[in-house]
């Protein structure tokens, strides 16, 4: 069965950076376009960053473009979103997800079909 724990949240000032972390078991990490997600309170989800499975193409939404940074590691089985620069409406719940694919990256959530269970980003002073 697969599995996805992300880890890393946490509460910063504007203009701070975190870095998330998500753990996959169950499947060949490296076979999978894997993304991040994010849903603020009050709206719907929304693509933030992707990722193809050797890691060589990435997308990103607008909102946070020069300011995060997806990577993963295969071998050690982990999948990176770098963010700087944090700013308050960046605030929501962050989760990762695997597409059953490894080329194309997308931010459509209906592209994934493994989910973890998210974790807290609250950007605030």
């Known amino acids: 069965q697969r599995q996805l724990v992300e880890s890393g949240g946490g509460l910063v000032q504007p203009g701070g950076s975190l870095r998330l972390a998500c753990t996959p078991s169950g499947f060949t990490f490296g076979h999978f376009t894997m993304g991040w997600f994010r849903q603020a309170p009050g709206k719907e989800r929304e693509g933030v960053s992707a990722?193809?499975?050797?890691?060589?193409?990435?997308k990103y939404t607008d909102s946070v473009k020069g300011r995060f940074t997806i990577s993963r590691d295969n071998p050690q089985n982990t999948l990176y979103l770098q963010m700087n620069s944090l700013k308050p409406e960046d605030t929501a719940i962050y989760y990762c997800a695997a597409a059953p694919q490894r080329f194309f990256t997308t931010l459509r959530s209906e592209d994934y079909d493994t989910w973890g269970q998210g974790t807290q980003v609250t950007v605030s002073s």
């Open positions: 990722i193809s499975g050797n890691g060589l193409g990435t």
